[in-house]
């Protein structure tokens, strides 16, 4: 059995959505727990009327909420009965496995690290997010999108080990393709943070790396793990989402010029719902904070229900395919 | 009259693509007059059989050529008869207002600064690209797409300026309104370069600053003038193609899905073909590199005739609105 703790009130969305997927994942999974953080009479009141299972899903009480206009640092430190905090002290105490949140992404990762802690020889947790490609399994896996901006070259060469051990234990990729996102492929090519961090990437143990890659490439099946900085990274995950809402909104207009196409919009409509599905990010169910003692996820912001769920449930592969314990064997002995 | 000199050696088509492009040119505007740069031999050929204007459009000998594969600055250095260093230094005698290439953008980087050189005042010459957006113009511009990594906060300020400059008096936009690219809108987000590039933006003179922007805000609209240093603008511009070519691929496998869907596609393609064609960057004749004395344009790499013909037209636009004029006069004193 996985124990997931879920926040409760963090999110556009809270708490309705949120108890809405953890009655979902546990109907979709009889191998998983969960404890619901966040203040109890309200989510008492959202589960009367539900069967839920008394005995699978508690609520353990968090009389404060940190809100998306906090300060990470102070409201971490400050707001101690906290869902958010109240959470993540579940997981550092081993009452939990995991720990959901749809909060605020500072405060996910301030709390993260401060709170559940890092990993004995993991300097920095990037957040990793997987991102839809034309590949065969259809995602890369993308680090760090927004956890640690000016990093360093030899966090980069962590988060490439890291990856690794996620795509191929998680996805099933084996001897997965690492990359590093670069403006070009020739040698000379990139800032100076990259240019440092390649050869440490040639050097490092236990991964397949293959050079630079163009952001161009990304979508197209380029390589299996994308590794950057978070400012990077970060630009990278709004873009993808920008790019295709725009174009998505495009199409739709051209549905709309002339009878032709609106009869021809209507025919196609259910063959391209299918296949839009592949941008659905909520599928992959937000981002692990890689390399903490215990995982920490964190979803959008405005998740529904499904993402939830699908969070919860990719706690469960997470644990039950030793994550941390492979990244705890690759990085505690340094490279 | 506006002269502008081609590169006809530059780039994955040339020469014929090159020489069809400056055919174009010629025959959709009268008030442009060509040098086209490059083998004379070749271009000779390549032209016999065609009734173009002698007196419009001359050949200008240039026995070498810059390969993708050269170091920018050794080729610029030594190949000092090939048609890239030629064609700059024309611009440099003031024999021609502009010069135009599809070659090596690291050479035609080096050659703007060190041939024709920057206009007093001007620290870097960044490359400057129209991107699309469902804006009313359809635009934004997005500068430093690829020439100044690791620039400085104060690099940044220049650039919001020119940039400024070129939509105001190039696309027409008044009091355009700019923003840097950032993880976030929050006072506190960024890294140590936006971080410090901010307060400098919020006292330059002369534009519209509007704050940060989040890259999932470009294409809707979110301002007028992009501003980043080139990394960034480089993981932007490509991730824009990769992340359009990879739905578009997707759309068109959803139209062969079954019987339906493909007299869906059918009757819908006429007004999809039309809609897409707001993605199509040759439509912006390429990235002129802001700030030198004189206009330098770099078109992509695989330019067909369309895309050169246009970034011919657009150095006529550059050089009538007295874009060089403004950027003197707003640079020359500093902020």
Known sequence: ????????????????????????????????????????????????????????MKIVNASEVIETGDSPVASVQKKKDSSLVVGMKLVRNNEADAFVSAGSSGAVLVGGQVIVGRLKGVERAPFATLIPTDSKTGVCLLLDCGANVDARADHLRQFAQMGSIYMEHVVGISNPRVAIVNIGLEEEKGNA?????????????????????????????????????????????????????FMLHTIKKSMFTDLRSKIGGFLLKPALKKSMQEFDASKYGGAPLLGLKGLVVKTHGNSKSSEICNAILQCMTFKENKINEYISGALENGT
């Open 193 to 245: 943070l990259v240019k440092e961090a390649i050869p440490l990437l040639k050097d490092a143990k236990n991964i397949n790396f293959t050079g630079s890659i163009e952001s161009r490439e990304i979508p197209h099946n380029g390589a299996d793990v994308v590794v950057c900085e978070a400012f990077t990274g970060n630009v990278i995950i709004k873009l993808y989402e920008g790019v295709s809402s």
């Open 1 to 56: 059995m996985v124990t997931v703790a879920v926040d409760a009130m963090g999110g556009d969305n809270a708490p309705d959505e949120i108890v809405k997927g953890c009655l979902k994942a546990l109907g979709e999974s009889p191998e998983v727990n969960i404890l619901l953080v966040g203040k109890e009479e309200i989510l008492q009141e959202k589960l009367s009327g539900t069967d839920y299972d008394g005995k699978r």
